[in-house]
């Protein structure tokens, strides 16, 4: 099966940066065997990045958030049906940073995550503890509150893609070790199976935290880690596609 490698390009880049950057990257991968490449610039160059994209092109685009409404009176926000419009069909949702600092609370990603599915929309859900939740040993109920509150009331329970995201390991440099990313990604898997009642062979783990080119290849070789969620090393053209050569040897 595939492996995901993600670039999550945060509130980073000017336009011209963007524009490089993407270009930087479509012009070296012109060869993938076994990675699905997707990219989360800011959702103000996803129509330029998008136009730039050649019928050859092996990058996917997607945004960083959406709203969990079609339209309406809502500023700021930006909807599916207005990502879709620019061919866009992939979102993140979830991530640490949006539920810290944003607010955004357990029901309100339930919502982007049913409005997701109610729009044919795929979405990465990103889940994970912070260092405190780690430390007490909360984990596991932590990811369980994550997981079931934004799955639970799913109708289709298919093509399933999640993020095991520790917030302690997040643009901190620290990654989760091997030991610790194969138990998380396997309980994430058993309880996404055994208790929300999705096939086991269509639920992806990927891991974020501090991916970076030098661990990539170590933490893609690790037991149920279908991918990675890539931050400040999507940064740099180099680093990605070296994560990105380790994926293809990987697998
Ligand atoms: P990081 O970010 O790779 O910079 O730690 C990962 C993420 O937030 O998705």
Request: net charge negative.
């Amino acid at each position: 099966m595939k492996k995901i490698v993600a670039g999550n390009w945060k509130m980073n880049q000017t336009f011209q940066q963007a524009i490089h950057l993407f270009s930087s990257l479509d012009q070296a991968i012109d060869s993938v065997k076994s990675t699905e490449i997707l990219l989360f610039p800011p959702a103000v160059y996803l129509h330029h990045l998008q136009s730039l994209k050649n019928k050859k092109s092996l990058l996917t685009l997607g945004a960083q958030n959406c709203a969990a409404w079609n339209a309406g009176a809502y500023t700021g926000e930006i909807s599916i049906p207005m990502l879709q419009s620019i061919g866009i069909e992939w979102t993140l949702i979830g991530h640490s940073e949006r539920r810290t600092l944003f607010g955004e609370d357990l029901s309100l990603v339930a919502q982007k995550v049913k409005h997701c599915q109610q729009n044919q929309f795929k979405y990465i859900l990103c889940i994970g503890e912070t260092l405190q939740e780690r430390e007490t040993g909360e984990f596991e109920t932590v990811w369980r509150n994550q997981l079931n509150s934004a799955l639970k009331d799913l109708t289709e329970k298919t093509n399933l893609y999640v993020a095991y995201e520790p917030v302690w390991a997040i643009g901190t440099g620290k990654t989760a070790s091997p030991k610790e990313i194969a138990q998380a990604h396997t309980w994430i898997k058993n309880y996404i199976q055994h208790d929300l009642g999705y096939p086991k062979e269509q639920v992806l783990v990927l891991y974020g935290g501090s991916c970076n080119e030098k661990n990539a290849s170590e933490i893609l070789s690790t037991p149920h880690v279908d991918g990675v969620l890539v931050g400040g090393a999507s940064l740099k053209a180099e680093s990605f596609i070296s994560i990105i050569e380790s994926s293809e040897q990987c697998t």
